[in-house]
Nanobody, 124 residues
Framework: QVRLVESGGGSVQAGGSLRLSCIAS????????MGWFRQAPGKEREGVAK????????TYADSVKGRFTISRDNAKNTLYLQMNSLKPEDTAMYYC?????????????????WGQGTRVTVSS
């Protein structure tokens, strides 16, 4: 059974930075595409970033391009999201996800496995 556990969320002021981590277990570290989604109160869950199994390609939502960086360390079965220049509109629950499909960020239904989420709050 694949298990994903996020950490690193917190409260920061606008312009600040946070680094999210997601530790995966139950599968080979390089077997899946990995990604981050977020869901703000009252809004749908949206894709933020995605990385291919061997880090050859990455995909970002337009809203985070140039500010967020996704990376992974397959030897540690860990996924990261470095978030810089945070804005209040980045406030959301952030979820780690895994999929075997190469379909860009896609929709939540394209992803097979999910973590429980870590909360990010950005104040102005």
């Amino acid at each position: 059974q694949v298990r994903l556990v996020e950490s690193g969320g917190g409260s920061v002021q606008a312009g600040g930075s946070l680094r999210l981590s997601c530790i995966a277990s139950g599968y080979t570290g390089s077997a899946y595409y990995m990604g981050w989604f977020r869901q703000a109160p009252g809004k749908e869950r949206e894709g933020v970033a995605k990385i291919s199994p061997r880090s050859i390609s990455t995909t970002y939502a337009d809203s985070v391009k140039g500010r967020f960086t996704i990376s992974r360390d397959n030897a540690k079965n860990t996924l990261y999201l470095q978030m810089n220049s945070l804005k209040p509109e980045d406030t959301a629950m952030y979820y780690c996800a895994a999929t075997s499909r190469n379909t860009g960020l896609g929709t939540p239904t394209d992803w097979n496995y999910w973590g429980q989420g870590t909360r990010v709050t950005v104040s102005s």
